[in-house]
Nanobody, 124 residues
Framework: QVQLVESGGGLVQAGGSLRLSCAASGRTWSSNAMGWFRQAPGKEREFVAAISWNGGITYYADSVKGRFTFSRDNAKNTVYLQMNSLKPEDTAVYYC?????????????????WGQGTQVTVSS
């Protein structure tokens, strides 16, 4: 089992930055690929970014590429999503997730463990 707790969400103006954190616990967490997804009101949950177990490979959605950076610190059992140049369309609840595999994946169904989510609101 892996338990995930997100933090760092909030309200920011367009063009601003936020850093989301996701603290993980569980015996085998460091071998899990991790992902960030988001869900806006009335929309389906969508992929944002993914990272392999050792941080060596990252994937990003086209909508956030060049603005968001996904990193992990296995010694601290934490992953981070640095979000820069935020836009109003980035407004959503952001979820951290752990996959039962080591290789990064964009596929939502391959993630077995989910956090409770943290709200990010970007004002125009």
């Amino acid at each position: 089992q892996v338990q995930l707790v997100e933090s760092g969400g909030g309200l920011v103006q367009a063009g601003g930055s936020l850093r989301l954190s996701c603290a993980a616990s569980g015996r085998t967490w460091s071998s899990n690929a991790m992902g960030w997804f988001r869900q806006a009101p009335g929309k389906e949950r969508e992929f944002v970014a993914a990272i392999s177990w050792n941080g060596g490979i990252t994937y990003y959605a086209d909508s956030v590429k060049g603005r968001f950076t996904f990193s992990r610190d296995n010694a601290k059992n934490t992953v981070y999503l640095q979000m820069n140049s935020l836009k109003p369309e980035d407004t959503a609840v952001y979820y951290c997730a752990a996959a039962r595999r080591t290789i990064a994946t964009r596929v939502l169904l391959e993630y077995d463990y989910w956090g409770q989510g943290t709200q990010v609101t970007v004002s125009s």
